[in-house]
């Protein structure tokens, strides 16, 4: 599996594959982890509301495996990327 962010702003492409044990991490942490700016002023908490990515879905309270369940094709995009 993968993850593919699309950063709408640059039109930058990031891939990054996972492993098994990321898909019970938050969305946020994992991206964090890989160097990928995501905007989050609460630092995860769920309360500034930055760390949105499409549809609204805010990336600190989204789990991976949650994600896939929502977007299979694992397509991130990022408005201010």
Partial sequence: MQIEIIGQASGKVTKILL?????????????????????????GDGVCKKCVIQN????????????????????IYVGYL
Avoid: Y
């Fill in 56 to 75: 609204d879905w805010l990336t600190c309270k989204l789990t991976l495996e949650s994600f896939f369940q929502c977007q299979p094709d694992g397509k």
């Fill in 19 to 43: 492993q098994e044990n990321d898909l019970k991490i938050t969305l946020l942490a994992f991206l964090r982890s890989h160097n990928v700016t995501i905007a989050s002023s609460c630092d």
